[in-house]
């Protein structure tokens, strides 16, 4: 078997990153360590999420007498697992649970961040095959190092993230985490069991020619994204044609693509419900941090996502990220009153 040992791992890589920092203490790479083991673990069992019926159904016990969970409930264990043994994080906020968990152990609280995750995000395409994710944010705790940390540790704008990132269960399984020094992609290379360096300071292209929405909300959305969305359809072929729609419904997917190909991605406010459908710590945040730092932009119509000052653990948003002419495009419609 041949072994490239010039391609860099993630801890490899995070290491390195370290080194150019005579203060880092070493617990960022740790702490993204961890989110990659859980994440390996996470795969390995979505990876098998079709055998589910051979197996056993969720819920049940399978054929070899084991409790068979439901995977978004395996992966947040796996997260919260990690997390816990580790040695970098106080405490944890999750779309699966209703609080702050606190670990509140010796170790626990001498660390100094806190980490908010979706453990598996675009759970309703985990029984058709499509790709699902995870998504994960880390703030430094605001709270006094040697305590237990506190509620509002975990409610910072996104403008106070350290790093944040997503892991894409997909054709091959990626990694790939932001901090302010730029994006970075790691494959998962089976034979080794170790995500590689595959897509070095990712950029997202400025202009693309992919939108991505659920259309069948058309009718709810604001007037301006409707008129957007109309305006992608009409796109003359001398302005390079109508743009191409494309949507998965898993955001990590959709925002990946889009992050690569170059593209926009919409969940707005609808009419019955006005923060739209995704959540502003876990899901929004990260993914606007790392649209930002790929050189795109992401709003929630008025403002940029990373300002939103957060009251609420599992706060809403609408969001609208990805290429930044493709943004200042979509925000000519969306200033317009009329279009509100
Ligand atoms: P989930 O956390 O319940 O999986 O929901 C979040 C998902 C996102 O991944 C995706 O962008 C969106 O919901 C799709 O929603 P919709 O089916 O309304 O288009
Ligand atoms: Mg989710």
Redesign the pocket.
Known sequence: MYINRKVLTLDEFTIQQLRNFSSATGELSSLLRDIGLASKRINVEVNKAGLVDILGEAGHTNVQGEDVKKLDVFANQQLVGVLKHGISCAGIGS?EIEGVEIFNDEVSNNSKYVCLF?P?????NIDVNVSI?TTFSVYRRLSAVGQPCVEDDFLQPGNKLVAAGYVIYGSSTMFVYATRRGVNGFTLDPSIGEFCLSHPDIQCPSVGTIYSV?H??FFRFPKGVQQYITACQKRAVMDGGPYSQR?I????A?VHRNLIKGGIFM?PSLTDQATG???LLY?CNPMAFIIERAGGVATDGSQRILDIVPTTLHQRSPFYGGSRDMMEELSGYLTNSDMQ
């Open positions: 779309e979706d598996l995000d675009g759970s309703s994710g659920n069948g909300n949507y419904g898993s955001l990590v959709d969940y459908k995704l959540r899901e």
